[in-house]
């Protein structure tokens, strides 16, 4: 006899193939990228979804996570303040999918900006973060008002949706684009 929690988790899946089945289709970078099973797709959409607009989130989580990233998406978050809307992606800066150039990590960022205001054309800006974890040391405070860091930014870009067509170009001139030097010399692959 199966349990309820199983039934629930696949009447849950099952809710996530229905609806992203109206959504548009796979948004896929250049770097490699491969698809998801959508039930998949919804179920981290759900998961990785914060910030005040959280049906948004999980809308655009439901269309970013049908690709699996080289890099991986861990949040998306959506915020409206004052009718303006700004989406927040949190990307992994290690452990990807397969080796990165710089290159490619740069066009996996245009995609999922691409993507994620394809999604809504209320959206009025974007932001991607890379994150890399920091070494906690044993007793350090790490929740609460004394904590301390546990992770650190390496990569950052926001994006009016009015830079859309100089999109590449920006980030590949860095142009407010934030880039830790030292994370890209030791983190990608060189070209080849």
């Known amino acids: 006899m199966r349990s309820r929690i199983d039934l629930a988790a696949r009447a849950f899946a099952l809710v996530g193939v229905l609806a992203i089945g109206a959504m548009p289709g796979v948004v896929r970078a250049d770097s490699g990228a491969s698809s998801v099973a959508p039930a998949t797709a919804a179920l981290d959409a759900r998961a990785r ?38 989406v927040g992606l949190i990307v992994s800066g290690v452990k990807f999918h397969h080796p ?11 995609a999922l900006i691409r993507g994620t205001f394809a999604a809504d054309r209320r959206i009025e800006e974007t932001d991607v973060w890379a994150i890399v974890p920091v070494r906690v040391h044993p007793g350090e405070i790490v929740s609460g008002p004394l904590a301390q860091p546990t992770a650190r930014t390496v990569f950052s870009a926001s994006v ?32 080849g």
Do not use: C, H, M
């Open 160 to 191: 009016l949706r009015s830079d859309l067509a100089n999109l590449a170009d920006r980030l590949e001139n860095r142009d407010d684009v934030y880039l830790d030097q030292e994370w890209a010399r030791t983190t990608f692959e060189p070209r």
């Open 100 to 110: 990165l150039t710089r290159a490619a990590f740069l066009d996996e960022v245009a």
């Open 49 to 86: 979804a914060e910030g005040n607009r959280l049906d948004l989130a999980r809308r655009i989580g439901a269309v970013l996570f049908r690709t699996e990233w080289p890099a991986q998406v861990l949040k998306v978050q959506a915020d409206e303040v004052q009718g303006r809307i700004v």
